[in-house]
C-alpha cells in the first residue's frame, strides 16, 4: 500500500472537507425534471438543522464555560408554568417552522409528482418500461411499436436502459427473488423490486447523458456490482435506436423461450383510479 | 419540606400479588405475539384474490370445533381445580388437574389428526401461503399446550403431596392463568382460520 | 383514620423482601447467583465482549471501505488465509450483518438494559432485589445460550449470517441465504427476544410493586423512567419480532412461505413485505428501547453535574412516555420505498415528525438543566455532555428521513448509517460509558482514574464525531449501503479519500478504548477506594456503602423528596452541603420534628 500516495492524494481533499464539505461531498448531478424539489427540501432542512446545531453548541459552550463550578446554581425546578411554558413553545416552534416546511414540501411532491402516474402516463411519446430485477443485473423490458407487453417486438435489454430527454419515462419494476432497489440517482428516484408485487416510479430526464443504476437493497454478494446505465437521447435518437432495437429483437424472438417472457400486462398495474 | 406529610400508597403484603402481576405481563406480552402471527394471516390472505386458495383443499370444521370444546373444558376443569384448592378439598383439587391434563392430551390428539387429515388431502408444509398458515399457527399453539401439559406436570408433585392447599395455591392460579389463556388463544385461532 | 395515624407497616414492608443469608459458594455466587447486582455485573462482562467483537466486524468493514480488495493487517493472515488475508464480497456481508445484530442485542442491550437495568433499579427504588430473582438469573443464562447460538453462527458451513441486521426475506430465506449460519442467527434473536421478555417483565413487576415508601412515580430517578419505559416496550414488541423469526424460521428449516414469493413461490407464496411490517412494528420500538435508558440516565447525571434539579422532571417524564406511545405507529418510515399505499405513507410522515416533538421536549429540558448551574466536568459529565451533542446531532439528521419525499434520495444510503449511528450507536455508547464511570464506585467500591477517563473520552468523542460525520457526507452524495465496493460506481469515487479518512477515524476510535480497558481493569483492582457517596448526590444508592451488602438496605428507606435535591438555599444552610439524601430526615425548622408518613393515594 502506497501511504505517501494516499495521504498527499487526499490531504487536498482533507483540506476541502474542512472548509466547506458540501462542496467537496455535493448531491450527484440533477438531470430530472423535478428532482429539484428533493434538493430544496434537503437543503432548506440542512439550514434549518444546521442553525438549531449551532445554537445548541453554542448553548452547551456557553453553560460549561460560564456556569462551571464556580457559579451559583440555580435551584428552579422549572415545574411551574411559566418556565415550562418557555420549553413547549420552543419546541412547538420548531416543529412548525421546521417540520411543517418539510412536511408541507414532501407532501406537495409525493402527491403532485411522485404519485401523478395519471400525468405521466395520459403524457403523449411517454415511455413505458418494465423492470424485472435479478440477482445481479437488471432486465429491462419496452413495449415496443405495438404497445403491448410481452409481444416479439418488445425491446428487451440488459442493465443498459436507453430513454428520450423531456418526456415521462414510467417504470413498473418486480422481481424474481430476492428484494433489489432500483435506484438512479441522478433522477432522484428509487423504488424497491420485490418479488410477487409490482411497483411503480416515473421520472422525466431534463438533461442528456448517461446515469448509473444502482442497487439499493441488499441483494445477496454480488449486491456491489449490480449496476445498469440509463442513458438518455434525443427524442429523434432515442426513436431510432428504439426502432432498430425492436426489429433485432423481434428477429431474435423465440415462442418456445417462456423464461424470457416475463413482461405482465402494463394497464393491470397501472393503478390510474 | 418542613411538616409536610407525605402520601403513601400501602404495600399489599401477598408476595403472591407480585406474581400475579408478572404472570398477567407475560401473557400480555404473548398475547403480542399470538396477535403478531393473526396478523400474518391477515396480511397474507388478503394478499390471495381467494381464501382458500383455489387449488387447495378444503379446511375442515368439525375437529377445531370440537377442539374449541375440549380446551373450553380443560380451562373449566382446572379453574375448578384452583376454587377447590382454595377451598380446602385437596381431592377435588387433584381430580381438576388430572381432568384438565387428560383433555389437554385429547386436544393434542385431535390436532394430530387434524394434521394428518390436512397432509393426506394434499395440503403439504411448502404449500404456499395457506399451507404455511394452517401448520405454523396451529403447531405453534400446540406446542404452548405441551409447555402447560409440563407445567401442569411440575405442579404434579405439589398436587398430590398437599402442599398446594387453601393457604398456598398461588402456583396453581398461576398455571391456570396460562391455561386460560391457551384457550382463548385457540378460541380466536379456530375462529379466524378455520370459520372465517 | 386520622391525619396523625402514621399509618405504613414496616412490618409488612420488610416481609415482602425479606433478608436471606447470603450466598457462600461459588456457584452461588458467580454463577447462578439470584443478587441482581451480580446478575447486572454478568451482563456487563457478556455485552463488553460482544462489544468489542461487533467493533472488530466494524473495523474489517471500514478497512475494506479505506482500501478496497487490500489483505487485512492483523486479522488477514490469522483468519481470512483462504482468500489471501482480504475481506472478498460473500464475507464483506456477513461481516455487516454480524456487526448489526451483535451491537444491536449482543452488545448495547445487555448493557444498557441489562446491567444498568439490573444493577440499579432496585436500589434506585429503594428494594433489597428484583421482583424474580430466581427469573433474572435464569435471563441471564438464556442470553448467555443465544451469544453461544452467536459465535455458532459464525462456524456455520456456509458461513456467518449474511441478509443483513435487518434480515429482510428472500434473501434471508433459503434461497438468499442458504446454510446453518443464518438459521443460527435467527435462532439466537429469538432466544435472546426471550431472554429480553423475561427481564422486561422483572423490570416492569419491580418498578410497580417494589418501590419504597414514599418512592412515588414522580420522584424516581429518571433512570428508573427510562428502564421502566424500556421494558414496557420490550415487553409488547420483542413478541412481535419474536413472531418475525418464528415464521422465518419455519420458512428456512420446514419448507414453509410465509415469506416466499416470485419464482420460487407454490400455490401464491408468501409476502415478503410481511416480514417487513413483523420487523419495523418491533423495529422502531427497539430503536427507543435502545435509547430511552441512555436518556434517562442522561437527565439524571445532568442535574447531578449541575447541581441543581432536572429541568421540568414531569415533562421529561410525559415526553419519554409520549415517545413510548407513539413509537410503534412511526415504523412505516422504514417501508418508505415498498411501493405502499400515498395515503398511509403520508400519515406515517406526519407521525414521525410528530414523534420528534417529545424528544424536542426532552432535549430542551436538558439545555436547560445545565444553564444556569454549577458544572462540574467529571468524567460521567463529560461522556453525558458527549451524548447530548451526539445525539443532538443525530436527531437532528432524522428529519431528513423521515419525510418520504427526501428519503426517496436518502433511503439505503450511508446517510442513514450516520443518522442511526448517532442517533443509536454514539449515544447510547457514550450514554453507557456515563452509566459506567458513574457506578463504577458502587458497582466494585473503588473510583477510577480521572485522567484516563477524561482521555478516553476526548479521544473516543473526537472519534465518533468525525467517522459518523463522514458516513453522513458520504451517504449525502448518494453512497448506498452494504457496498462491498462503493468504488464501482463512477459517482462514488470521488469519495474515495473520504472514506478513508473515516477509516483512519474510526481505527483512532478503535484503539482508544484500550485506554478504557485498562482504566476498568486496573481500577477495579487498584483505585481509590470509594466511599459511599463520591459524587454528592441524593438518590437511593449512595446512602448505602459501596459496594453495598447482598441485601442493600438494612431497613428500608422512606423517601421524602425527589432524585435532584441539589441546591436548594433552605436545606444547603442547614445541611452545610448542596444535596441532601431522598431519604435523608431533616428536623423542621419550626416544630423540630420529623414529617410523618401517611396512608394515602399516590
Known sequence: MEVSHTMSASLPLLLSWISNPFVAVGLPRDASESGWQIDEMIRSTTIAVSILFILMVLWMLWSV?????????????????????????????????????????????????????????????????????????????????????????????????????????????????????FNVPNMRMKVDAIPGTVTRMWFQPRETGVFEIICAQHCGANHYKMRGTVTVLPRADFDRWAQITSINSARAFDGKDLEAHWGWNWAAHARLQ | MPGEVIPYRPVRARGDDTAWLGMVIFLGSWAMMFGSLFFSYGVLRLRQPAWPPADAPPLPLLLPLVNCGVIVLTSVALQRALVAARRGDRSSMVRGVFAGGALATLFLALQTVLWTSLFTSGLSLGDGSLAAVVYGLTGFHALHVVVGLLGLGLLLPAVLRGTLNAARNNRLRLWVMYWHFVGAVWLTMALLLFVV | MTSQEVAFDRQTIEALQPIHPPPTTFFSKYIWSLDHKVIGKQYLWAGLIFLLLGGTLAMMIRWQWGFPGQPVPVLGPTLLRSSGGVIGPALYMQLFTMHGLIMIFFAITPILIGAFGNFCIPLLIGARDMAFPWLNALSFWVF?????????????????????????????????????????????????????????????????????????????????????????????????????????LMDRVFGTQFFIAGAAAVKGGGDPILFQHLFWIFGHPEVYILILPAW???????????????????????????????????????????????????????????????????????????????????????????????????GLTGLYLGAAAPDIYLHDTMFVVGHFH????????????????????????RMTNPTLGKIHFWVSSVGITLVFSGQLLVGYAGQNRRLWNPFEYELFRPLQPLNRWTSYAAFILFFAQLVFVWNFFHSMARGKKAGPNPWEVGTLEWSIPSPPPVHNYDAIPVVLRGPHELSDPALEARLGRDWVGQAEVVPTEATGTVPLVQRGVT
Do not use: C
Open chain 3, 144 to 248: 448467555f445460550l443465544s451469544q453461544l447460538l452467536v459465535i455458532g453462527a459464525f462456524f456455520g458451513d456456509l458461513g456467518a449470517a449474511g441478509a443483513g441486521w435487518t434480515t429482510y426475506p428472500p434473501l434471508a430465506t433459503n434461497i438468499g441465504t442458504p446454510g446453518s449460519g443464518q438459521t443460527l442467527m435467527v435462532a439466537a434473536v429469538f432466544v435472546t427476544g426471550v431472554a429480553s421478555i423475561m427481564g422486561g417483565i422483572n423490570y416492569v413487576t419491580t418498578v410497580i410493586r417494589l418501590r419504597a415508601p414514599g418512592m412515588t412515580y414522580m420522584r424516581m430517578p429518571l433512570t428508573v423512567w427510562g428502564q421502566f419505559l424500556t421494558a414496557i416496550l420490550n415487553v409488547l414488541f420483542i413478541p412481535v419480532l419474536g413472531s418475525a423469526a418464528l415464521l422465518l
Open chain 1, 65 to 181: 464555560v460560564r456556569h462551571g463550578p464556580e457559579h451559583k446554581a440555580l435551584y428552579d425546578h422549572g415545574a411551574d408554568f411559566k418556565s415550562w411554558r418557555w420549553t413547549a413553545l420552543v419546541a412547538a416552534l420548531i416543529f412548525v417552522v421546521v417540520d411543517g416546511d418539510l412536511l408541507y414540501r414532501s407532501t406537495r411532491f409525493m402527491f403532485g409528482t411522485f404519485f401523478d402516474f395519471a400525468r405521466a402516463e395520459a403524457t403523449p411519446g411517454a415511455v413505458r418500461i418494465q423492470i424485472n430485477a435479478h440477482q445481479w443485473a437488471w432486465d429491462a423490458r419496452y413495449a415496443g411499436p405495438d404497445g403491448s407487453f410481452n409481444t416479439p417486438d418488445d425491446i428487451v435489454v440488459l442493465n443498459d436502459l436507453v430513454v428520450p430527454q423531456g418526456v415521462p419515462v414510467i417504470f413498473q419494476i418486480t422481481a424474481t427473488d430476492v428484494i433489489h432497489g
Open chain 3, 296 to 394: 434517562g440516565i442522561v437527565a439524571d447525571l445532568l442535574a447531578f453535574f449541575s447541581r441543581k434539579p432536572a429541568n421540568w422532571y414531569k415533562g421529561t417524564v410525559l415526553a419519554m412516555s409520549a415517545v413510548t406511545i407513539l413509537s410503534a405507529v412511526v415504523y412505516g418510515h422504514h417501508m418508505f420505498q415498498t411501493g405502499m399505499n400515498p395515503l398511509l405513507g403520508q400519515g406515517f410522515t406526519t407521525l414521525t415528525l410528530i414523534i420528534s416533538v417529545p424528544a424536542q421536549v426532552l432535549f430542551l429540558n436538558w439545555l436547560r438543566t445545565i444553564y444556569k448551574g454549577s458544572i462540574r466536568l467529571t468524567v460521567p459529565m463529560l461522556f453525558t455532555l458527549g451524548m447530548v451533542f451526539v445525539f443532538g446531532l443525530g
Open chain 3, 422 to 445: 448517532f442517533t443509536m450507536a454514539a449515544a447510547s455508547f457514550l450514554a453507557s460509558l456515563a452509566g459506567i464511570y458513574f457506578w463504577f464506585p458502587k458497582m466494585f467500591g
